[in-house]
């Protein structure tokens, strides 16, 4: 699976939009881009995933460059709930043998009152 | 949506003894399951992959004898950690794939937190 890359931290506002930007230069033809959250002490939770088209759905958007070579998690009003550890990974869709999804760094947000 | 529970969510344990964490697919059927440990502030970790009905896949350093995984049916899956010892405390977490899916889904359960004394 290809490498991502994430800025280990940030900080937003509350009811402010929040972009999480992430690499992934050396994604395939094959991947996807997913994004999962992590708040504290619980279980990964999918947010979205994406081929090369925006996505949008009722957790947030997701716009991938042309390219494909990264891409930009938006959270439109974030929230105190919001707070959490957001993982951005290339994996395939397409199911077959030997398939893992790994989790890199992550970026650690916190939404502040 | 897929929900997969864990149980026990959290357990202290004496240096020694043997723990066993179940991950079930409480709505579908699961011939793939995967567990992962978490420390403090780390990122998940891939431990092993479990499919129903033969022996776990499990990633380099990963001691299969000591982190025993079975899964005997497709909606269960078990990990238990023998002759735990404090560094074994963690995070640990498992997903599922649901069998009649085609695609990459996977749904995670809430994790157990073991604590080795």
């Known amino acids: 699976d290809a490498k991502t890359t994430q800025p280990p931290s940030m900080d937003c506002a509350e009811g402010r939009a929040a972009n999480l930007p992430c690499n992934h230069s050396?994604?395939?033809?094959?991947?996807?881009v997913y994004w999962y959250r992590q708040i504290h002490s619980q279980g990964p939770q999918y947010i979205i995933h994406?081929?090369?088209n925006n996505e949008t759905n009722e957790m947030a958007s997701l716009i991938i460059t042309e390219d494909r070579k990264s891409s930009t998690l938006i959270l439109p009003h974030a929230t105190l709930r919001d707070t959490a550890v957001y993982y951005c990974i290339a994996y395939p869709r397409i199911k077959a043998a030997g398939n893992k999804l790994t989790f890199g760094g992550g970026t650690r947000v916190l939404v502040k009152p | 949506g897929a929900v997969v529970s864990q149980h026990p969510s959290r357990v202290i344990c004496k240096s020694g003894t043997s723990v066993k964490i179940e991950c079930r697919s409480l709505?579908?059927?699961?011939?793939?399951m995967f567990w992962y440990r978490q420390f403090p502030k780390k990122s998940l970790m891939l431990m092993a992959t479990s499919n129903e009905g033969s022996k776990a896949t499990y990633e380099q350093g990963v001691e299969k004898d000591k982190f025993l995984i079975n899964h005997a049916s497709l909606t269960l899956s078990t990990l238990t950690v023998t002759s735990a010892h404090p560094e074994d405390s963690s995070f640990y977490i498992c997903?599922?794939?649901?069998?009649?899916?085609?695609?990459?889904?996977?749904?995670f359960g809430p994790g157990t937190r073991l604590t080795v004394l």
């Open positions: 997903s599922a794939t649901p069998g009649t899916s085609g695609y990459n889904e996977q749904f």
């Open positions: 994406g081929l090369k």
């Open positions: 709505d579908f059927q699961a011939t793939t």
């Open positions: 050396t994604i395939s033809g094959n991947e996807y």
